[in-house]
């Protein structure tokens, strides 16, 4: 039997005893009051986040995979998070990957006991082929769900990068992993509620591991998403402004450029400040690793 109270998402929160008799105001203003305090616990831990961000591109720049696994919460905010990279960065659709315990089912409905199983977080992996150049980050908010913890114990087998995100310091998974992210936002507002602030806790992790990744493997010029995909007319029209200001020109001029390298914002930028041509402005950018910076000689 697990001991409940030894998990820090499992303690019991002082301040919202009366949650279910106050208000609906007071309700969502003590529950606004909880979520205040992530983004400070997330702080204390921006060390280790920015380590697993630097790990992490180096191992992706070298052919390497991030690859999330969780259950339940974890286990879907890694496919939300895995999912928004291809068309945000133009990343190639293996490049980030999410598993959940129970498989394609358990996105939209728990697959009880899925996450109990060490084997099938092994097998899981198994499955994608795991490689020493791989990163395998394991999600999960109380650090002890054992779907993750076996798929952890066989990416260090394998010789990949680990990674933990928990909201439980000292936990399993945290201690497991090469680097472990454990911030400690405090008790639920309702007990052992885990997808409040622990899910928020650990997306905004999530948000800043794979957009940090992203920004050190060039896809992105100051602040600028220079590899989104043109997927959509929305996309098209973003794709016009980003070269428009990158390269501050008019959208006029920009969309020109664009039109002439398939609508590539990167290729477009270097033609733009280089005054060359598509083929140019392409080598300029392999030779400088993707960095649009780089690539037109101005480091900001």
Do not use: W
């Amino acid at each position: 039997m697990v001991d409940l109270n030894r998990i820090a998402t499992e303690q019991r929160n002082p301040d919202t005893l009366d949650i279910d008799r106050v208000s609906t105001l007071e309700m969502v203003t003590e529950i606004n009051r909880e979520d205040a305090k992530i983004a400070k616990a997330v702080e204390q831990i921006l060390p280790s986040i920015a380590e697993a961000i630097d790990q992490t591109a180096l191992r992706l720049r070298n052919g390497g995979r991030l690859i999330y696994v969780g259950a339940g919460t974890s286990g879907r905010l890694g496919i939300l998070d895995a999912s928004e990279c291809p068309p945000t960065y133009s990343a190639p659709p293996e490049m980030v990957q999410g598993l959940i315990a129970g498989g394609y089912p358990a996105i939209f409905k728990a697959v009880e006991g899925a996450e109990d199983s060490r084997e099938l977080g092994k097998t899981d992996l198994e499955g994608l082929h795991l490689s020493e150049k791989d990163v395998v980050c394991g999600l999960a908010a109380s650090g002890r769900t054992p779907y993750v913890l076996g798929a952890i114990a066989y990416a260090r087998e394998i010789g990949a990068l680990t990674l933990g995100v928990t909201c439980s310091p000292g936990s399993e998974v945290d201690t497991l992993a090469d680097i472990g992210m454990s911030p400690l936002p405090g008790p639920e507002a309702i007990t052992g509620s885990t997808r409040m602030k622990s899910g928020t806790a650990q997306k905004m992790i999530l948000n800043m591991l794979s957009t940090g990744v992203m920004v050190r493997l060039g896809k992105v010029y100051s602040n600028l998403m220079v590899d989104v995909q043109p997927s959509n007319e929305k996309l098209v029209h973003r794709c016009v402004r980003i070269v428009s200001q990158a390269a501050e020109v008019t959208p006029e001029k920009a969309e020109e450029a664009l039109k002439a390298c398939d609508y590539h914002c990167k290729t477009a930028i270097v033609m733009i400040a280089r005054s060359c041509g598509r083929q140019e402005a392409e080598e300029l950018l392999t030779e400088n690793g993707g960095l649009v910076a780089e690539a037109i000689g101005k480091k900001l």
